[in-house]
């Protein structure tokens, strides 16, 4: 079954404490993406990769961090989380940047305190 | 800023009713307008999109109407079911863009049976 998959779906933690929300898609897809959702605020592209080493920032990147050492891999890093990065956070992926169509994960809601 | 304003933000509307949900934007540089389907604890999924070249696109009960010069676009949902609760953002696409969609701020749409 072709999707993407986010763990964990649920977390808690708290100021301060670093952490990894893992993102992986068996669709062999080139473009990854992370977005947060916040209320009336919709979806917010944190940072994207359109390829194996190649990232770039999205709309809302400070205080995250990515990597792109896999295909089908696309890991967002807190290095220090802070209570403002308290959100739904959602990974997805596309065969190309030109499609304009995204997979979405289930999404990953990080609460911190 | 937001570069794709969406209204209105909940819309409460009887089974067999009719639905709409409207977008407008300022870039006219997008080229590509989806609209992503959200149900509770699930990801945003493609639901219907349009370019700017055709006025109207019809899926099933679901259209996109699409006025370039007034740089507006909307959903409408015919006979709308209890199924259709869901939470609804349009998009859209910067041509040339690696950086994907740019979404609106999301609207809740519960169908009363």
């Known amino acids: 079954e072709a999707q993407v998959t986010q763990n964990p779906r649920y977390l808690i933690t708290v100021t301060g404490k670093k952490l990894t929300v893992t993102c992986s898609q068996n669709m062999n897809h080139e473009y990854m993406s992370w977005y947060r959702q916040d209320p009336g605020l919709g979806l917010r592209q944190i940072y994207y990769s359109m390829n194996v080493e190649v990232t770039d920032k999205g709309d809302v990147p400070e205080g995250y961090k990515v990597s792109r050492k896999e295909k089908r891999n696309f890991p967002l890093i807190l290095e220090s989380p802070s209570p403002n990065q308290t959100s739904l956070y959602f990974c997805?992926?596309?065969?190309?940047?030109?499609?304009?169509?995204?997979?979405f994960g289930e999404g990953s809601r990080l609460t911190v305190l | 800023q937001q570069q794709v304003k969406q209204s209105p933000q909940s819309l409460i509307v009887q089974k067999g009713g009719i639905s709409i949900i409207n977008c407008a934007y300022e870039?006219?540089?997008?080229?590509?307008f989806p609209w992503y389907q959200q149900f509770p604890g699930k990801g945003p999924a493609l639901l219907i999109a349009?370019?700017?070249?055709?006025s109207e696109k019809k899926e099933g009960r679901f259209t996109i109407s699409f006025n370039k010069s007034a740089k507006q676009f909307s959903l409408h949902i015919m006979d709308s079911q209890p199924g259709d609760s869901a939470t609804y953002f349009c998009?859209?696409?910067?041509?040339?863009?690696?950086?994907?969609?740019?979404f609106g701020s999301g609207t809740q749409l519960t169908v009363l049976p």
């Open positions: 349009i370019r700017p070249d055709v």
């Open positions: 870039n006219t540089a997008f080229d590509y």
């Open positions: 998009a859209a696409k910067r041509a040339y863009s690696a950086r994907q969609l740019t």
């Open positions: 997805a992926s596309s065969l190309g940047r030109a499609t304009g169509e995204l997979f």
